[in-house]
């Protein structure tokens, strides 16, 4: 299983992440997004926020997935997210990772795109209308909503 840091694919486009992918011949990868330093003055949206986008990534890695697992960490320690999926397609997987990378690193219209699905996924799974593979990251982000 290949170990993808998407921190270290910030700059990276659809293409040459397929590039770096067939590179490693794999098909299992773990995805690893980093958890950020909560801020103080606003710690509750703090955790919101990172496990909502979480969430959503995690829901756009297991829509591109054979089989898929993910780590929910404690809101209270600094571990990392981490999903472990098995693809058949790594064109498709590049795809799924460029647009988390620019939803998590860009202030450009794709993340303003990222950012709107992320909302209607969140609002669509707490109506049913979505049956969220990361349930466990949700129930998380919207404890620290509730807030």
């Not at 955790?47 to 979480?54: E, R, S």
């Not at 950012?115 to 919207?142: E, V």
Request: a negative charge.
């Amino acid at each position: 299983m290949q170990t993808i840091n998407i921190t270290d694919l910030r700059n990276y486009n659809a293409k040459l992440i397929l590039e770096y992918l067939n590179i490693q011949q794999e098909l299992a990868f773990e995805i690893i997004i980093l958890k950020e330093s909560v801020d103080p003055d606003d710690r509750n949206f703090s955790i919101f926020w990172q496990y909502y986008c979480a969430s959503y990534a995690g829901q756009l890695l297991f829509n591109k997935a054979k089989s898929f697992a993910y780590y929910v960490p404690c809101p209270h320690k600094q571990n990392d997210f981490r999903f472990q999926i098995e693809v058949e397609s790594r064109d498709s997987l590049s795809h799924a990772l460029a647009f988390i990378i620019a939803g998590y690193f860009t202030d450009g219209s794709t993340m303003l795109r990222f950012n709107d699905q992320a909302s209607k996924y969140f609002d669509d799974s707490f109506t049913g209308k979505t049956d969220s593979a990361c349930w466990g990251l949700l129930y998380i982000a919207n404890q620290f909503l509730c807030k």
